[in-house]
């Protein structure tokens, strides 16, 4: 593993939260989120595409310079830029595709190359993909690099089977869900390595969330239960700050500091 000089290691501590049952139901309702949000500014409010864009990106980097600036992982502004990011990544595949005419298909495939890059030049410098050892700032920027790809790329690919493919929200949903119980089951029967494990169901969980999202927003006409986007994002927006004011009141997802 790459040896690291004092100065920027800040104590060796983490800034990213151990991965408990609560990360992955506030990382699942908040790939949601991004969906419904993300359609809530641009067609319920009316900002469109480009202004919903401009909202997000400023939002985005606002929130990331409170993380970066972070001694250590803070629940709230940790989460509330994985919730960010999730609009972002869901944007960036709606403007290719809506704004742009790119094909679903070219998109899902040219953030699977991005993705690997990243992890390859995260690799490369690192030694490591490991997110139980994001305590420099280098480490700290790949890790964002590379969610929001996940999220890019899960948007286009859960686009793809849902929509252009014509599987439906509802069997997206089950058809994703069911893909990460494949690799929960390849990692604890059969041994796949946990970092490799985590990060498959990292990125199936956005096509997941989106899925479920869709299915909870859209109209009956359209596949979905009708709810709407105002009401899913505020029921899951809800629920998200419940958790991470949990979280942050118990401290039960906070890595130990590690010892220099």
Do not use: C
């Not at 469109?48 to 400023?58: E, I, K, S, W």
């Not at 796949?192 to 997941?208: C, E, G, H, S």
């Amino acid at each position: 593993m790459t040896t690291m000089s004092a100065p920027t290691a800040r104590g060796l501590v983490n800034k990213v939260p151990e991965i408990t049952v609560f990360f992955w139901l506030i990382k699942v309702m908040a790939t949601t989120v991004g969906e419904t949000a993300a359609d809530y500014l641009n067609e319920t409010l009316g900002l469109g595409l480009t202004g919903t864009t401009v909202v997000a990106a400023v939002l985005l980097v606002g929130i990331l310079v409170l993380q970066f600036r972070a001694p250590g992982y803070v629940p709230g502004i940790y989460w509330s830029a994985v919730v960010v990011i999730s609009v972002a990544g869901t944007l960036i595949t709606d403007n290719l595709t809506d704004n742009y005419g790119v094909a679903l298909e070219l998109t899902t495939a040219v953030f699977s190359i991005a993705l690997a890059v990243t992890f390859a030049a995260w690799y490369a410098k690192e030694g490591t993909l490991s997110i139980h050892t994001i305590y420099t700032t280098r480490r700290e920027a790949f890790y964002w690099a590379a969610i929001l790809f996940t999220f890019a790329l899960g948007t286009a690919a859960g686009d793809l089977v849902a929509e252009q493919f014509g599987v439906g929200y509802a069997q997206s949903a089950f058809l994703f869900g069911s893909l990460i119980v494949v690799v929960a089951i390849a990692h604890y029967r059969f041994g796949l390595n946990a970092v490799a494990a985590f990060w498959m169901a990292y990125i199936l969980t956005r096509p997941l969330g989106a899925s479920i999202g869709d299915y909870l927003s859209q109209s009956r006409a359209d596949g979905g239960l009708g709810v709407g986007t105002t009401a899913t994002s505020v029921v899951f927006l809800t629920t998200i700050l419940a958790l991470v004011a949990f979280l942050a009141i118990t401290r039960k997802d906070v890595t130990p500091q590690i010892a220099a």
